[in-house]
């Protein structure tokens, strides 16, 4: 009877202690997952090898998704990106607007894609802010290969980030564009994209996503957050080629055909221009840039935006 009792105690001891090494196990790979949102199969191994330690855990998943990534992204390459997205970011005197192109509609609603165009502006934000000139405006357009040799603050270039996305969407992406501005003095930025992605009017230090783009420098003082929202809102929906000024550039007779922005019917209101309407609120808009998603072109206007510095 004694040895059964004692038999009987082992077994229940022994259960409890399998039952909390089961429940630590689930639990670090419930957080894994959580964190690096890899799938159950990866996370259970990665777990595996290192004795569930979820720090090295996630290194590793880390290095075998950037392996895996530049492994797609050499197999892909040739593979169209036409869609995408458009990233605004205004942070004080600072402005980044970029593209960033991947295969399909669905990958560009993914929230890693969001993330990293959120990500590409955020460091082209930071290259500009080191940027010192005399001045009011500085504005400077980056192509393709010099983006993506942009270092980040965690010492890898964007391509190699851009290598983890691939490796993490599962198909073809690329940094398209970006051009920058930086003002001093009395000007002022505003950003929107298309369509609106925020429920802020004009909010700053938060990338808005779109397929279409604007970033504006104004001069003005006490500018309504609806007037700056509306007037890069007429850009993005009429693209026109030039600011225009007045008594030099003559309107066109045909106003559907108009390309300087000052004539151009105001979107908000079409019985006045955009020139009566910067007037009204003694205002001006010393230079913009606007980015369409998947538009041709865009290379002619990056080098115009390099010439102007």
């Not at 990665?46 to 075998?64: G, P, S, T, V, Y």
């Not at 942070?91 to 890693?112: H, K, L, P, Q, S």
């Not at 290259?127 to 500085?138: A, K, N, S, V």
């Not at 000024?245 to 066109?252: A, M, R, V």
Request: one cysteine or more; glycine letters at 8%; charged letters at 25%.
């Amino acid at each position: 009877m004694v040895v059964l009792q004692q038999f009987t105690r082992f077994l229940h001891c022994s259960r409890i202690a399998y039952s909390g090494a089961g429940k630590s196990t689930s639990s670090a790979l419930a957080t894994l997952r959580k964190k690096t949102g890899y799938t159950f199969a990866n996370c259970k191994k990665a777990l595996e090898l290192h004795n569930n330690d979820i720090n090295l855990a996630e290194k590793w998943l880390k290095e075998q998704a950037q392996s895996l990534g530049w492994s797609k992204a050499t197999k892909l390459a040739e593979r169209a990106t036409a869609q995408g997205l458009v990233g605004v970011l205004v942070r004080g005197n600072i402005g980044a607007m970029v593209e960033v192109n991947c295969e399909t509609d669905f990958v560009a609603r993914n929230e890693n894609f969001k993330n990293f165009v959120d990500h590409v502006s955020r460091v082209c934000a930071q290259y500009t802010e080191l940027t010192q000139f005399d001045g009011d405006l500085w504005k400077s357009g980056f192509e393709a290969e010099a983006l993506k040799n942009l270092r980040t603050p965690d010492g890898k270039s964007l391509a190699d980030q851009l290598a983890l996305l691939i490796g993490t969407v599962g198909e073809n992406a690329s940094i398209k564009r970006a051009i920058c501005f930086k003002v001093n003095n009395d000007l002022r930025l505003s950003g929107y994209a298309h369509p609106q992605s925020s429920a802020a009017t004009c909010p700053q230090n938060v990338t808005q996503l779109g397929k279409y783009g604007a970033l504006v420098a104004f001069r003005g003082n006490n500018i309504e957050e609806d007037l700056q929202k509306n007037l890069c809102q007429h850009i993005v929906g009429m693209n026109p080629k030039k600011v225009g000024e007045e008594g030099k550039d003559e309107p066109n007779a045909n106003k559907d055909e108009e390309i300087c922005l000052i004539h151009q019917e105001y979107l908000i209101d079409d019985e006045k221009t955009v020139g009566e309407v910067l007037k009204e609120n003694s205002l001006s808009i010393i230079d913009y840039h606007r980015f369409e998603c998947g538009e041709v072109a865009a290379n002619d206007d990056l080098e115009q935006a390099k010439l102007s510095n």
